[in-house]
């Protein structure tokens, strides 16, 4: 079951949804479809898991927890 994380680049909304196939995706805050996919996410364990040694996160994850760019 895919689910894409989403941020708006018109209002900086984050969001998740689920997405079939070529189905069009909106911005569920101001309608936007200019918006910029992030990372699949499958099973929500561990989302929050903080990372031994991490402290403020880096740049490029938007969570700061440093798990996916590794
Ligand atoms: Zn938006």
Redesign the pocket.
């Known amino acids: 079951m895919p689910i894409y994380e989403y941020k708006?680049n018109?209002?900086?909304?984050d969001f998740e949804k689920l997405v079939f196939g070529k189905q069009t995706v909106q911005?569920?805050?101001?309608?936007?479809a200019d918006?910029k996919k992030k990372m699949s996410t499958f099973g929500m364990s561990g989302v929050e898991k903080p990372f031994a040694g991490t402290s403020s996160g880096c740049s490029t994850c938007s969570k700061g927890t440093c798990t996916s760019c590794r």
Request: proline share 8%; glycine share 8%; charged share 25%.
């Open positions: 708006c018109k209002c900086g909304e911005c569920p805050k101001c309608n936007s918006i």
